[in-house]
């Protein structure tokens, strides 16, 4: 195996550094303060198809590498995760799922304008009965005549306030509990489809995560993805696929918080040397960069088992896992190394730190990575 990377990824590292530091960290700290989606830097990014980024070039994509793909969202994290976070949702769980399951017609028409930007995908499974247990969903739809009618909530809903297509997991009749979901497509402005207040978060706050509420919306059969009862198939499969992006978004936060460290250490002066000569403090150090190095590595590994179509829904789970449970420890590590300094909005860490908690928490909480790796593990043959 190469561990090295190869000059593509070196390529694109760097054009997306250069654009995250020169377009984003200007306007960062107040996104940050007054939780505002930022349509301007959405713009510029439009055009360089950070939309399309993994959908095909037939419909206007990047149509990059899943490595690529890592890197990019990465490096977007590593100046604003929340930005990070509107990227990878919109192309891991509301492109991709239409990417693999749509039909001819809908790839066609709906493709296009997500990967021009145009409009921002969204991926509405999580109810208030239902996040962990995608079983609970008690959205429903039903067939009347040549629509289906949608009733219910979605909750806690990644680029709810900004979406113009979405995903939505809904109830279907079926006697097995497995075929009882399926998907739909629904556009922003369909009747009886409304959105909520954004949520007021601890981090992420340039990101406008709401309530979705659905009376009696109705959206043409021809609007359901795969087949019906098919929910639960292309749920696990966007999930699989959005965990690499938010490994490679909580990975990102925690480079950030390590740089951040590693350039105060060297400036900090404490009884007349650098806090950098302590060494505690540069056990700290050592740990961060050795556990941002591991997470990278599980990263690229759960990346490249994907371009290579081999199963990667255990390495997917390794890497979020891995990469979000890095991100606070190592944010924390930043936060104390920083000092009072760090409990302070004036520094980044602290936005860092309460950015990474929630890598944690969405695309599947940790307990849930850990009971996907425990099945693949008790699955194999001894």
């Given at each position: 195996?190469?561990?090295?990377?190869?000059?593509?990824?070196?390529?694109?590292?760097k054009f997306v550094r250069d654009f995250s530091e020169t377009e984003i960290a200007p306007l960062v700290y107040d996104l940050d303060r007054e939780a505002r989606f930022p349509w301007e830097i959405i713009e510029k990014m439009r055009p360089l198809n950070f939309f399309g980024l993994q959908v095909p070039r037939a419909y206007g994509g990047a149509e990059v590498d899943s490595i690529s793909y890592a890197i990019i969202i990465e490096e977007l994290s590593r100046v604003s995760a929340a930005i990070g976070l509107c990227v990878s949702v919109h192309n891991?769980?509301?492109?991709?799922?239409?990417?693999?399951?749509?039909?001819?017609?809908?790839?066609?028409?709906?493709?296009?304008?997500?990967?021009?930007?145009?409009?921002?995908?969204?991926?509405?499974?999580?109810?208030?009965?239902?996040?962990?247990?995608?079983?609970?969903?008690?959205?429903?739809?039903?067939?009347?005549?040549?629509?289906?009618?949608?009733?219910?909530?979605?909750?806690?809903?990644?680029?709810?306030?900004?979406?113009?297509?979405?995903?939505?997991?809904?109830?279907?009749?079926?006697?097995?509990?497995?075929?009882?979901?399926?998907?739909?497509?629904?556009?922003?402005?369909?009747?009886?489809?409304?959105?909520?207040?954004?949520?007021?978060?601890?981090?992420?706050?340039?990101?406008?995560?709401?309530?979705?509420?659905?009376?009696?919306?109705?959206?043409?059969?021809?609007?359901?993805?795969?087949?019906?009862?098919?929910?639960?198939?292309?749920?696990?499969?966007?999930?699989?696929?959005?965990?690499?992006?938010?490994?490679?978004?909580?990975?990102?936060?925690?480079?950030?918080?390590?740089?951040?460290?590693?350039?105060?250490?060297?400036?900090?002066?404490?009884?007349?040397?650098?806090?950098?000569?302590?060494?505690?403090?540069?056990?700290?150090?050592?740990?961060?960069?050795?556990?941002?190095?591991?997470?990278?590595?599980?990263?690229?590994?759960?990346?490249?088992?994907?371009?290579?179509?081999?199963?990667?829904?255990?390495?997917?789970?390794?890497?979020?896992?891995?990469?979000?449970?890095?991100?606070?420890?190592?944010?924390?590590?930043?936060?104390?190394?920083?000092?009072?300094?760090?409990?302070?909005?004036?520094?980044?860490?602290?936005?860092?730190?309460?950015?990474?908690?929630?890598?944690?928490?969405?695309?599947?909480?940790?307990?849930?990575?850990?009971?996907?790796?425990?099945?693949?593990?008790?699955?194999?043959?001894?």
């Open positions: 195996m190469d561990f090295n990377p190869c000059m593509k990824h070196k390529v694109v590292r891991s769980v509301g492109a991709y799922p239409l990417v693999k399951f749509g039909t001819a017609s809908q790839k066609k028409r709906f493709l296009p304008p997500l990967a021009r930007g145009e409009q921002i995908g969204a991926f509405c499974l999580t109810e208030a009965n239902a996040g962990s247990d995608a079983g609970g969903v008690e959205t429903h739809a039903a067939l009347i005549e040549d629509h289906y009618v949608i009733n219910g909530t979605k909750i806690f809903v990644t680029n709810g306030g900004v979406c113009g297509t979405t995903l939505i997991f809904a109830k279907t009749p079926a006697e097995d509990r497995r075929k009882q979901n399926s998907v739909f497509i629904v556009e922003q402005g369909t009747p009886g489809f409304s959105v909520g207040e954004i949520e007021d978060l601890c981090g992420m706050r340039a990101n406008p995560v709401s309530s979705l509420f659905f009376e009696d919306c109705r959206v043409p059969k021809e609007n359901l993805l795969g087949h019906l009862g098919d929910g639960l198939k292309i749920g696990l499969d966007a999930l699989d696929t959005g965990r690499i992006g938010i490994a490679a978004q909580a990975l990102g936060i925690a480079q950030a918080a390590l740089d951040a460290s590693v350039k105060y250490a060297k400036e900090r002066q404490q009884f007349r040397k650098p806090i950098s000569s302590f060494q505690t403090i540069q056990n700290y150090l050592a740990d961060m960069a050795t556990e941002v190095d591991a997470g990278r590595l599980l990263l690229y590994r759960a990346a490249a088992y994907k371009d290579s179509g081999r199963p990667f829904g255990a390495e997917a789970a390794k890497a979020k896992l891995f990469c979000s449970k890095l991100a606070t420890r190592v944010t924390n590590l930043a936060v104390q190394i920083h000092g009072g300094y760090g409990y302070s909005k004036e520094y980044d860490v602290e936005r860092y730190f309460r950015d990474a908690k929630v890598t944690e928490i969405y695309e599947g909480t940790s307990e849930v990575q850990q009971m996907v790796i425990a099945r693949h593990l008790l699955a194999e043959p001894t």
